[in-house]
C-alpha cells in the first residue's frame, strides 16, 4: 500500500500561485480560510489547500 505525500508549497510559491502579496497569505492562514503547517518554524500550505481556496472562491463568486 502506497500514501501519497501531498505537494508542500512555501508561502512566496503561494504567493505566487495566488497573486497576492505575504500579509494577504498570512491574512488567509490566520483566518484558517487557507490551511496550512509548520515544520520546524517554517510554514508550509499543502497545494491542495490552494486549489481548493480557489475552487471556494470561484464557486462563491458565482
Do not use: C, H, N
Amino acid at each position: 500500500m502506497t500514501t501519497v505525500t501531498p505537494e508542500l508549497l512555501t508561502v512566496p510559491e503561494v504567493m505566487a500561485r495566488l497573486k497576492v502579496g505575504r500579509s494577504k497569505v498570512y491574512d488567509l492562514i490566520r483566518t484558517r480560510r487557507l490551511a496550512s503547517i509548520k515544520i520546524d518554524g517554517a510554514r508550509r500550505v499543502p497545494a491542495d489547500a490552494v486549489r481548493d481556496f480557489i475552487q471556494g472562491q470561484l464557486g462563491a463568486a458565482a
